[in-house]
Every structure is written in C-alpha cells, then in structure tokens.
C-alpha cells in the first residue's frame, strides 16, 4: 500500500477516469477526470503543492463510458475523446485541449449503442490518430479515421461475433499496420482482427480462449517476455486471474496461452510497467468486489491504475502505481486498456504535477475516494 496523505478536492461526481497529461501547453502536467453521473470533465492545474480546478466542461453527448486521451490535433497539447451514451445512441466527444486550460468541443462522431471501450491507432497510415469505439450492445465495433485536426470522418462498423467490453490497440503481426484485439464481455474469448493498413480489419484468428463463461473486462497489449512482440494480457473477472497470451515468433499471427496469475478479488483493469527492475513488463491489476486488492482507503476500490515513477528512482516500480479509486457501494465496472494511446481510466503517463521532481501521491489528490462525491 502507498500513502494517499494528499488533501482531497472535492469534485462533484462520481469518477470515471482520469488522463495525466499537457493540456495547456505550459509543459507540466494536468489532470482531467471524468464524471460518469455528472457527465463532466474537470481539469486540475498546479498551484504550489497542490492541484486546483481550472474548468470543468460538460459532455453533452450522453453518460460517459470510456475515455482515452492524446495529441488529436498534433499542438502538443494533450486532447481528450469521451465516449457517451444517450437515448439517441452512442457518441465519442473529441475535446481539445486550451491554453487557458479550458477543454474545447471539437467534434461528435456517431459510433454504436453502449461504447464502453476506447483506443487510438493508426488504421490507415496516414500519420493520425483514429479512433476504435468498441460497442457492447450493437456488437460492433466502430472506426473513425482521423483527419489529423481534432475531427474524424463517419465511423464505420465492424461486426462481431459477440458484445464487447475491452479493446486494446497494438501491430501485433509487425506488418507496420495497427490491429485490434477485442475482449468480450461473455464467452471469454478474445478476438485478433487485424488491420490492412486501409482502415479494414479483413483478417482474424481463431478466438483467444481465457475462459469459459468468463467477462473479460480489460486488456493490455504489451511486450511481456522481452522478444519485441507485442503480447496480450486479459482479465477474467468472474475467475479473478489474468491470463497471459505470448506472440508466436514463428507465425507472425499465433498467440500461446502462457498460463495465467491470480489476483483473489475481481480484475476490472490492467496496466504494465516494469514493477522489478528486470527490463521486462509486468502487469497491475487493479481489483474491485468482494475487497481491493491494494487497500488504500476503508471502503473504497481500485478501479483503475496511473502508472508513473512515484519515488524518483527513475523506474516504475511497484510503490508507483496509483489506484483511481471509487466508493464500493457504487461500484460499476470499468472498460479500460493500456494501448499505446490512452484508455479509459488506466494511464500509462507518469506526470509531475507539483513541481517536486517525481510523481507522487500529491500530484493526483482525485485519487481520494471522497473526491469522487
């Protein structure tokens, strides 16, 4: 367990997520957070050794499912695209972000009913960020191109076999174009489609099996074994383990089922980093019912991880994981993935908020359950 000894901010809602990142350009840090029940996106500045709110933006487009955060627009400042729900059907919300540290509606991109996964890729090699929006209810996915300002053409709809809850982003074939592996959320099974470079997903693998009757409710996709191949790990909420796919060296589109570690509580996000110090990616899980798995507060749990180097020791070690943390009684499950654009609710950008030459528990004060409120 770490020290969360940071005064909370009150904030208003019910925490989603949270993106570390330059939204205004002044070369440190912010922190935006997500509100589910409020349908709003606040963002903190720096002020001394804490963090106060400098905006807070309305999301119009329905109730907030997933976030995923990145230079949209290519000013080097950080953007965010938020995935809604409304009664109209599914929207992603393209936020850009301000000097002045205001967060500016861009665009509305149409994607299917309940989009409760988000990831960026290059699906057609142009240079821009897309956007894949993975739709539980209409059992598609959805894939906006990206015109490299802040806007994105009509998506388009990739069928799928079943309801998706998790997608992660990464050239898992090494044919220099991005695929998608696609977690789903009964069945336990994950599904390979991978790109053509065009924007299309023609071609597929048998479906990655982590379990029978398994939810698989996050995926990573990371080079766990150090051969330079991406490789894909997947929570199995219902059996509390996270199971381990290794790239097949010998065929460019293989995956080995490398076994699978227990986390004794339910996996409903994951991130990597390199926990020991060994040049190898480990994996973070963070749990939630019927207890968290790394206490930081008495009933709370984690519902995500912002990965950073928290004690200056110029590494990801295992005391610097930060848990976005929730109360239990209100507990809904997270879609999140740790690509190499950023999901919802998992960070994998470590940040100096305060000024003080390492990422610290100070730097993220929202992560105080009480914050949530």
Excluded: C
Aim: no cysteine.
């Amino acid at each position: 367990s770490f020290d969360l000894s940071a005064a909370p901010i009150p904030s208003g809602g019910d925490g989603l997520a949270i993106v570390v990142g330059d939204f205004d350009g002044d070369f440190r840090a912010e922190l935006a957070v997500v509100h589910a029940n409020r349908s709003v996106a606040q963002l903190y500045r720096r002020s001394g050794r804490s963090l106060v709110r400098v905006s807070e933006t309305p999301i119009t487009g329905g109730v907030p499912k997933a976030v995923v955060g990145g230079d949209l627009n290519r000013d080097g400042r950080m953007d965010l695209a938020v995935a809604s729900q409304d009664n109209s059907g599914g929207k992603v919300q393209v936020f850009l972000g301000r000097t002045d540290g205001s967060l500016l509606l861009r665009s509305t991109v149409t994607v299917g009913d309940f989009p409760l996964a988000l990831a960026f890729g290059d699906f057609n090699r142009d240079g821009f960020a897309d956007i894949v929006a993975a739709n539980n209810a209409s059992v598609n996915l959805s894939v906006a191109l990206g015109n490299g300002d802040g806007t994105f053409r009509p998506a388009t709809s990739v069928g799928l076999p079943q309801a998706p809850r998790a997608v992660t982003v990464a050239d898992f074939d090494r044919d220099r174009q991005d695929d998608v592996a696609v977690g789903v959320a009964l069945g336990g099974t994950v599904h390979v489609l991978f790109g053509d470079g065009k924007g299309r997903f023609p071609d597929s693998i048998n479906p990655l099996s982590v379990g029978s009757g398994e939810v698989v409710s996050s995926l990573a996709a990371r080079d766990i074994n150090g051969d330079g191949l991406p490789d894909i790990l997947a929570s199995g909420e219902v059996g509390n383990f996270v199971r381990v796919f290794l790239r097949n060296s010998g065929n460019p589109r293989a995956f080995t089922s490398a076994g699978s570690f227990g986390t004794n509580r339910r996996p409903v996000a994951l991130v990597a980093g390199d926990y020991d110090g060994d040049g190898r990616y480990d994996a973070a899980a963070a749990a939630s019912s019927p207890a968290p798995t790394t206490t930081v507060l008495t009933n709370v749990s984690p519902q995500g991880y912002s990965r950073g180097d928290a004690n200056g020791d110029r590494r990801v070690g295992a005391a610097d994981v930060v848990a976005l943390v929730r109360k239990v009684g209100e507990y809904l499950p997270l879609r999140s993935e740790d690509a190499s654009a950023r999901g919802s609710a998992i960070v994998a950008i470590g940040a100096d908020a305060d000024g003080d030459g390492g990422v610290t528990t100070l730097d993220v004060p929202a992560v105080v359950a009480w914050a949530f409120r």
